[in-house]
């Protein structure tokens, strides 16, 4: 192995750019994607005007889902310079939560809670207005919950209390955990679906996935470089069998891939604030054997240096629209799409087995033939 | 000794190497000569292990191709007719790019000395600076590192300039008799052939080679 990598080192001394360059690539370029896609989100939010008359813990909950949702930016003004700032178009549309907002709701009342403003401009009052009635549903539901359990307690003298906060917390955490909260809203008029923010995180290494595919691809090409030189004849002649020779190169080259998918992962916990979970290495690990693999057996159907770069954006461009890394794609498709696409698993934060396997076989079966046929 | 009987080597139907056979003592010179497309690289090339003939038989030092090709090829060093060399590397780390592949270990003095045996002093120089003639001499010092026994050289000397072409010859000439090892070669460059060879092969049975060489009084073996 000692020699293997000394000899590699003296062969990619010579490249030291070029391959930093592809190193990095998707560490940056992952970086720079998500720090754009917020700004731009940020930049597109839909500014709305909020009168809070009702200072009810309800009242307060709902401006947060708002605000979470990623939809709005919630501007809290009292309702006549709400009204003024409408006027200017500053804001899209004004809402206001009556005084009373919670008691109506926990008594059941549902009408008059609310009420709104728009201007001839206000094209997403419409669906603003929709996600607040669903959330108000929500909140209330849980808010319902709530009270009803306090009620009971307070009935029933139980010596255990819960404060309204903790059951109000439960049950959005079990909201949470089955998922019920994962639904889409979309503008009717522009066809954009924004998910919930909890499904959001995965799209960094969806789009880290979608780069390091790119980037392994760019930097198998000395495999090509290599078959068509005229020192593979020396090979013939070295200590090491063939087989064990390009094992070692395989190895080696995986040794330095995860050392930088290492980095990407220390670098998007602190930039990107994604999470430091040891699990979640071994998920990064069998993925990135997988594309050793599989990225070196692809590599060898090509003869040409520009052909395979064509194809590996290509399939780059394919894969990442079927994985639904950048698009989201249906969850009950997953499942087969782990079948088909070797991103799959990892997308789904799943260990990648089933291709790792299978690139295991393919380059055993490659190196055996390689090797038989320098016998 | 190596050992060759009647091999055959066709890659169409008609062959290229037809029913060869002839054997070489240790401290022999042999030249290789045939026109264009004779077969000569191919031979090499059987010799060398990297192709297999169709038929026949072959050993070296009574190890058989056939079943010790493992043990054989760490005894065989081959200068291919292209030069195989890393480009990008300067001639130091050519030279211990394949050392430490080798099976022979060098220090860094050997292997300069190797250079240096084969008037190659550019030791820190890019490989694509140097000129057709120096990576030539590159091409063949990396092959001797592991002090092959035999030793197969595909027209080595092509565009090497005359007076480097005499210091290569005299290094093989030098190998061949002092270390007893066995050289085998293809040159187009009969004064060359005629200085250095002990024995000359003629592939083809062309009687244009023949006329020309048998004037020398070497030992010619037409096949
Ligand atoms: N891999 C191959 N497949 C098919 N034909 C081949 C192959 N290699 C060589 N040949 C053919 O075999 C013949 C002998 O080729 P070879 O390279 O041995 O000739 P040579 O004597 O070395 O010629 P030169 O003096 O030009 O180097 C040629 O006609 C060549 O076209
Ligand atoms: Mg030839």
């Known amino acids: 192995m000692n020699d293997i990598l000394y000899t590699r080192l003296l062969l990619w001394k010579k490249k030291v750019p070029t391959m930093l360059f592809w190193l990095v690539f998707p560490i940056v370029g992952t970086c720079l994607f998500i720090t754009t896609a917020s700004t731009i989100e940020e930049d597109s939010r839909v500014p709305i005007g909020i009168v809070l008359e009702d200072k009810s813990e309800l009242a307060t909950e709902l401006i947060n889902s708002m605000e979470a949702s990623r939809l709005v930016e919630v501007y809290l003004y009292s309702e006549q310079q709400a009204l003024y700032e409408l006027e200017k178009y500053e804001l899209d549309s004004v809402f206001v939560i009556h005084e009373g907002f919670e008691n109506a709701i926990l008594s059941n009342k549902r009408n008059k809670l609310i009420s709104s403003y728009q201007t001839e401009l206000s094209f997403a ?13 929500e909140e209330s539901g849980r808010a319902k919950a709530a009270h009803f359990i306090l009620q009971m307690n307070e009935e029933y003298g139980n010596s255990e ?79 090491m069998t063939r087989f064990n020779y390009y094992l070692k190169i395989i190895l080696l080259y995986f040794m330095l891939f995860f050392l930088f998918d290492l980095i990407s992962f220390v670098v998007f916990a602190i930039y990107l604030n994604e999470d430091f979970s040891t699990g979640f290495l071994f998920v990064i690990l069998t ?34 629209v079927i994985s639904g890394a950048i698009i989201p794609i249906f969850p009950p498709l997953n499942n087969l799409m782990e079948l088909i696409n070797p991103l799959q698993a990892f997308l789904n934060g799943k260990l990648t087995v089933l291709w790792s396997i299978i690139g295991l076989i393919t380059v055993a079966l490659i190196l055996l033939r390689k090797e038989k046929s320098n016998a | 000794m190596l050992d060759v009987q009647s091999i055959t080597k066709s890659y169409t139907k008609n062959p290229i190497l037809h029913n060869l056979s002839f054997s070489v003592m240790p401290g022999e010179i042999i030249g290789l000569v045939g026109e264009n497309g004779a077969g000569k690289s191919t031979l090499l090339r059987i010799l060398a292990t990297i192709d297999k003939p169709d038929n026949g038989s072959i050993s070296l030092n009574n190890l058989s191709y056939e079943s010790n090709r493992k043990k054989v090829r760490k005894t065989i060093g081959y200068v291919p007719q292209d030069i195989a060399v890393w480009e990008e590397l300067t001639v130091k780390e050519n030279m ?28 820190n120089e890019s490989v694509k600076n140097l000129s057709g003639g120096m990576k030539r001499k590159l091409n063949i010092a990396i092959t001797l590192i592991h002090n092959p026994k035999l030793l197969l050289l595909d027209e080595p000397t092509v ?65």
Request: charged share 25%.
């Open chain 2, 159 to 223: 565009g090497i300039d005359l007076k480097s072409k005499k210091e290569i010859g005299s290094y093989l000439w030098k190998q061949a008799k002092e270390q007893k090892r066995i050289i085998m070669y293809t040159s187009h460059d009969m004064d060359e052939i005629n200085e250095l060879c002990d024995k000359v092969i003629c592939i083809g049975k062309d009687s244009f080679y023949e006329e020309i060489l048998s004037t020398s009084g070497k030992e010619i073996i037409s096949i």
């Open chain 1, 287 to 320: 993925f990135r054997i997988m594309l050793c693999l599989l990225m070196f057996c692809l590599v060898q159907c090509f003869k040409k240096i520009s052909s395979f770069y064509g194809f590996s954006i290509m399939l780059t461009l394919i894969l990442a």
């Open chain 1, 125 to 137: 009052y419409s669906p603003v207005k929709e996600m607040i009635v669903s959330l108000v549903q």
């Open chain 2, 96 to 123: 211990h790019f394949f050392e430490r592949l080798s099976s022979e270990a060098k220090n860094d003095d050997q292997l300069k000395e190797l250079c240096l045996e084969m008037n190659l002093e550019k030791w």
């Open chain 1, 161 to 239: 209390s819960f404060t309204w906060n903790e059951i109000n917390e439960k049950s959005k955490q079990v909201q949470l955990d089955e998922n019920l909260l994962n639904t889409s809203f979309s503008y009717s008029n522009t066809n954009d679906i924004v998910e919930n923010p909890s499904l959001l995180s995965w799209n960094t290494w969806g789009i880290w996935a979608i780069f390091t595919l790119l980037s392994t691809l760019f930097l198998m090409d000395w495999v090509i470089r290599e078959k068509s030189m005229a020192v593979t004849t020396r090979f013939t002649f070295i200590k």
